[in-house]
């Protein structure tokens, strides 16, 4: 079993949806979580990052860390377009190493 | 300009050369790494620098190797490249708080 486990998807949405993606994880070491998007041929670019539990919020995007489940998510409001592309969550303890995800891809339809 | 770039951004190589990829990075950061990404399998860590004296071994450094040449500077080498090395190579940074940043990536296609 992975440390980090990631549905790959694809996850298909229509235009304004609210999308959920989600990752778990076993290593309780764990404090720091993020979520990178990467478009196709592009690097990843961090989107949020968070430490411990709770939510933060960036615009259309909410992180969601729950460590008593060992369940982080992140949601995107009125989901357009633009926001098709894939999206790693990483974590890391105190290594400062990111272990990630495999990645889920998301398409959001006109 | 990128904070992290590499050079180069494509390249087709033949079984059996050397070829070396290279990193430099503008955001101060001491902590370098190299992943490669292949479809299904997500980002594997090959090797890692936490400052130019430090270099450590990833998950996948078998057939890699590398060289710390500078704060800044990064290289990733395959002595004697094979096919199933074929990927997507990036460089990353980090800096204390641990968030990673990468560059825009490296495809490398051994024929």
């Known amino acids: 079993q992975k440390e980090v486990e990631q549905d790959p998807g694809p996850l298909s949405v229509p235009e304004g949806a609210i999308v959920s993606l989600n990752c778990t994880y076993s290593?309780?070491?764990?404090?720091?979580f993020m979520w990178y998007r990467q478009y196709s041929r592009k690097g990843p670019e961090l989107l949020m990052y968070t430490y411990s539990s709770g939510n933060k919020e960036d615009g259309r995007f909410t992180a969601q860390v729950d460590k008593s489940s060992k369940y982080i998510s992140l949601f995107i409001r009125d989901s357009q377009p633009s926001d098709s592309a894939t999206y790693l969550c990483?974590?890391?303890?105190?290594?400062?190493?990111?272990?990630f995800g495999r990645g889920t891809s998301l398409i959001v339809h006109p | 300009d990128a904070d992290v770039t590499q050079t180069p951004r494509n390249r087709i190589t033949k079984t059996g050369k050397r070829i070396m990829l290279e990193c430099s990075q503008t955001?101060?950061?001491?902590?370098m790494y190299w992943y490669r990404q292949d479809p299904g399998l997500g980002l594997r860590l090959i090797y890692y620098s936490f400052d130019v004296k430090d270099i450590n071994k990833g998950e996948i450094s078998d057939g890699y190797s590398v060289s710390r040449q500078a704060q800044a500077k990064f290289s990733l080498s395959l002595e004697s490249a094979i096919p199933n090395q074929t990927a997507l190579y990036f460089c990353?940074?980090?800096?204390?708080?641990?968030?990673?940043?990468f560059g825009q990536g490296t495809r490398l296609t051994v024929v």
């Open positions: 290593n309780s070491a764990f404090q720091y």
């Open positions: 990353a940074t980090s800096g204390l708080t641990g968030e990673a940043f």
């Open positions: 955001k101060g950061h001491d902590r």
């Open positions: 990483a974590m890391r303890g105190g290594s400062y190493i990111p272990t």
